[in-house]
C-alpha cells in the first residue's frame, strides 16, 4: 500500500469521528441541561457537565404521566397509519408516472408540478376538512391532510422507478399474463426498498412533528399529539413567567418552576422516538436518493 493512502486513510477516519462528535454534542449537551439544576443554569450557564443534578424538569412534564401517555399514543398510532397510507399513495401516483405508455403523462406531470407553485390558501383548505369533509376533532383530521401528495416525494420515486427499475423485468411480468397490479406489488415494489424507505422516512418526520393540524382541528385533549402537547405546555409555561410580576406570591412560584430545563426536557421527549427510529432507515436512506439521480 503506498505511503500517501497509508497515511490519507486515517486522517479521513479521524475527520469522520470528530464530526461525528461534533455531531452528538448539540444533543448531549440539551441532555445535560434538562437534568441540570435550574439555579445552577441561571448562575452558570449551559455546561455538558452539571454542577449539580436536578430531574425537576422531567417530574414537572410527567406530573400528569396519563396525558403524556395518551398523546404519545396518538403520535405513533397517527404517524404509523399516516407513514404507511401516504407512501402507498404516493407510489401509485409516481409508478405510472414513470412509465412512457401512459397517457397525457405529461399533462400529469405538469399538474403535479404546479401544486409545488400554487396552492388554495388557508381559508378553503381548512372549510374543507372541517365543514364538508367533517374532521374536526377527530384522528383522520390528524392523518388525511398530510396524505395529500407531496409532489417533490411523488417526483423523487418518479425518477427512481424510470432510472433504477429495468424495463425488461417489467416486460417479463407482463409476458408471464401478470397484471399491473401484479408487476407493481410483486416486482416493482419489492425492488424499490430504498426509496420506499427513504420516503417512509421523510413522511415519518412529517408527520411525527406535526402539531398544527392538531391546533387547527383538535380541542378535546385526549386526542392531542405528543407535540402539540409540548407546545402547549411551553406556551403555558411563558405565559406564567410573563404575568408573574402581577403579584409577589406568583413571582415567588414562578421562581421555583423549571423554565429552562422544560424547555430542554420537551425537546428529548419530543425528539428521542425519532433517534431510535433513524438507524432502521439510514442503511436505505443515500442510496433511496441518489439511485434515481442520474440516468445509467
Not at 99 to 115: A, E, H, V
Not at 196 to 209: P, Q, V
Request: charged share 10%.
Amino acid at each position: 500500500m503506498p505511503l500517501a493512502t497509508r497515511i490519507r486513510t486515517p486522517l479521513i477516519h479521524l475527520f469522520f469521528w470528530l464530526f461525528t462528535v461534533a455531531s452528538l454534542l448539540p444533543f448531549l449537551l440539551v441532555f445535560m441541561v434538562s437534568i441540570t439544576d435550574e439555579s445552577s443554569i441561571l448562575q452558570h450557564g449551559y455546561a455538558l457537565i452539571p454542577s449539580k443534578l436536578n430531574f425537576a424538569a422531567y417530574q414537572f412534564l410527567f406530573n400528569d404521566f396519563g396525558q403524556i401517555a395518551r398523546s404519545y399514543g396518538v403520535t405513533i398510532l397517527v404517524t404509523s397509519i399516516g407513514t404507511v397510507v401516504s407512501v402507498l399513495i404516493t407510489a401509485l401516483f409516481a409508478y405510472p408516472l414513470s412509465r412512457r405508455d401512459l397517457p397525457m403523462r405529461r399533462t400529469l406531470s405538469f399538474l403535479l408540478f404546479f401544486t409545488m407553485l400554487f396552492s388554495g390558501g388557508m381559508v378553503p383548505w381548512y372549510i374543507t376538512y372541517v365543514t364538508m369533509i367533517g374532521l374536526k376533532n377527530t384522528l383522520l383530521a390528524m392523518v388525511i391532510p398530510n396524505l395529500l401528495l407531496s409532489a417533490f416525494n411523488v417526483l423523487l420515486m418518479r425518477s427512481f422507478f424510470a432510472n433504477t427499475i429495468p424495463e425488461s423485468v417489467i416486460e417479463s411480468g407482463t409476458i408471464d399474463g401478470a397484471s399491473e397490479l401484479t408487476v407493481f406489488l410483486r416486482l416493482v415494489i419489492p425492488l424499490s426498498a430504498p426509496i420506499m424507505a427513504t420516503i417512509g422516512l421523510f413522511n415519518l418526520l412529517a408527520y411525527w412533528n406535526d402539531w398544527y393540524n392538531c391546533m387547527l382541528f383538535v380541542d378535546t385533549p385526549g386526542l392531542m399529539n405528543i407535540q402539540y402537547l409540548m407546545t402547549k405546555t411551553l406556551n403555558n409555561v411563558q405565559f406564567l413567567i410573563m404575568k408573574a410580576d402581577t403579584s409577589s406570591q406568583a413571582g415567588e412560584l414562578i421562581a421555583q418552576m423549571p423554565t429552562e430545563t422544560v424547555r430542554m426536557a420537551l425537546a428529548i421527549i419530543g425528539i428521542a422516538p425519532l433517534l431510535v427510529a433513524y438507524p432502521f432507515f439510514q442503511k436505505y436512506y443515500i442510496s433511496g436518493i441518489t439511485s434515481g439521480a442520474v440516468k445509467g
